[in-house]
């Protein structure tokens, strides 16, 4: 651009450019490097210079063809908006009135983004657009939102894409760079480009005592899985005095005689917990001569959650749903026995004496891999003998008639 520089003996710099020289205007200040160091200069010239040879053309609006207009705004907008904006407006043309002009438009919006078109036609020769990116910006969200074949849009917030803040008093200043990458071509004695150096430096400042509005997305995590662990868990089994199971015989009301066939009102339930989530899953009850629940002769009542389908009297399980009333009512579970005495297995006599009864039970969460309900069948199959062992350490109850 014919700008030369010469250092005095006195140290001070003498900067000679001819009127008809690049890049300056009335009053402009720039950086210039020499020898090892950069300068800053201001330079105050009263005569009208010449543009820049890579300037843009005079009229940056009307020197964009329909066709290669990006829009700059959503329809409908005002010419004072758009203008307002730093675009161009035009009334004739319904798809895109306002549109950005054949230069750079950067803007600071209000809710926190920088947003910056780049024509190809900024400088000449025009600028390879595939070429431009921020300087530090390498995620997804520093790419650009809209491309043509004359121009290129970036939006970001502007804490994203390598955004520096810098605060000066109230005012709070954020500043990015976009650059255009150079073809050079190397050969043995020389490299030479044919790309014009295009480097934007953009800086937006805010007041850090006004009010912005602030976009806040929450994006919750998913509930953990459950865990599975030993721990304490309190079950209680019970004896109903009725159908409905209004009332419970206690303590002092054992031992309950009841005559063979009659009806035994059975109910498990979990204590101390408040989870609506747990379900209380029975596997294994079975009735012995004692409270020893390993003693023999043992008759089973639930196998694997399911009436014994060895009985000629089977249990029945009870459903207890949200008509119970209670406010777990997953935390329950009914089933009804018909009265029954043990036999001495040589000489076929009832024995005399109390029958207890004994569960092994867990609580459950119900998921996609486990639905915490038994699927028992529902027509009697062929009698058979159980198959099934009484983990000692397992949870077992046991009441008495």
Not at 22 to 37: A, M, P, R
Not at 285 to 293: F, L, R, Y
Not at 317 to 336: N, R, T, W
């Amino acid at each position: 651009c014919g700008v030369l520089l010469s250092r005095k003996q006195d140290g001070s710099m003498i900067v000679t450019a001819p009127y008809t020289g690049c890049f300056f205007v009335k009053k402009v200040e720039h950086t210039l490097l020499y020898g090892s160091k950069w300068w800053r200069v201001r330079l105050t010239l009263t005569f009208l210079l010449s543009p820049a040879l890579d300037a843009p053309i005079n009229n940056v609006c009307t020197a964009v063809l329909r066709p290669d207009r990006l829009p700059c705004a959503t329809p409908p907008v005002s010419q004072e908006a758009c203008e307002g904006k730093g675009c161009c407006y035009s009334l004739g043309d319904p798809v895109a009135p306002c549109y950005y002009g054949n230069t750079v438009t950067a803007q600071c919006t209000t809710d926190g983004q920088f947003s910056i078109a780049v024509s190809r036609d900024v400088t000449l020769p025009p600028l390879i657009l595939d070429s431009i990116h921020l300087v530090s910006g390498h995620g997804s969200s520093c790419i650009p939102v809209a491309k043509s074949n004359t121009f290129v849009l970036y939006r970001f917030p502007l804490s994203a894409c390598g955004t520096t803040f810098q605060g000066a008093g109230d005012q709070g200043v954020y500043e990015n760079q976009l650059v255009a990458d150079r073809d050079v071509r190397s050969w043995s004695t020389g490299s030479v480009t044919r790309d014009s150096t295009f480097r934007l430096h953009v800086s937006c400042s805010y007041s850090t005592g006004d009010f912005l509005p602030l976009n806040v997305q929450v994006f919750t995590l998913p509930p953990p899985p459950p865990a599975t662990q030993y721990g304490p868990l309190t079950l209680e089994l019970r004896i109903a005095t009725d159908q409905q199971y209004s009332r419970y015989y206690v303590n002092s009301d054992y031992p309950v005689v009841k005559l063979l066939r009659d009806p035994v009102y059975m109910e498990v339930r979990i204590l101390q917990r408040t989870d609506p989530n747990l379900v209380l899953v029975l596997h294994q009850c079975w009735a012995t001569p004692s409270t020893n629940p390993m003693q023999q002769p043992q008759w089973p009542i639930l196998v694997d959650g399911c009436p014994y389908t060895g009985d000629n009297y089977q249990t029945e399980l009870i459903p207890v749903g949200a008509a119970s009333g209670l406010q777990f009512p997953s935390h329950y579970q009914h089933f009804i026995i018909s009265t029954f005495t043990f036999v001495d297995f040589a000489s076929q006599k009832a024995l005399s004496g109390p029958v207890y009864f004994h569960c092994s039970a867990s609580a459950c969460v119900p998921s996609a891999m486990e639905s915490c309900i038994a699927h028992c069948p529902k027509t009697r199959g062929k009698s058979y003998m159980p198959n099934f062992r009484i983990s000692p350490e397992a949870p077992c109850l046991h009441n008495h008639l």
